[in-house]
């Protein structure tokens, strides 16, 4: 992953991430994969490029996505 518009706190905190994909991705890996830092942001990356850039989300964020996941605000992009 290139870092040089990271931090060096935020980069330490993508090493020591836990990440974590979906059940439903199935065996290609079709997925995104998130990870909770630990200044309470949510790092999201491409699970089939792991090393690519990341993207961060506040909780408050990532809360008003999933909502709209759930209520079927975005089904038309499947």
Same mark, same amino acid.
């Given at each position: 992953m290139t870092h040089a518009h990271l931090d060096a706190a935020t980069i330490e905190?993508?090493?020591a991430a836990v990440w974590r994909i979906s059940s439903f991705s199935g065996d290609q890996?079709?997925?995104v994969e998130t990870a909770l830092l630990a200044d309470g942001r949510i790092a999201v990356r491409n699970s089939n490029q792991p090393d690519a850039d990341v993207v961060f989300f506040t909780r408050? /964020?990532? *809360?008003a996505w999933v909502k709209g996941?759930?209520?079927? /605000?975005? *089904?038309d992009l499947m």
């Open positions: 905190q993508l090493a890996g079709d997925c408050a /964020e990532m *809360d996941c759930k209520a079927g /605000e975005f *089904d």
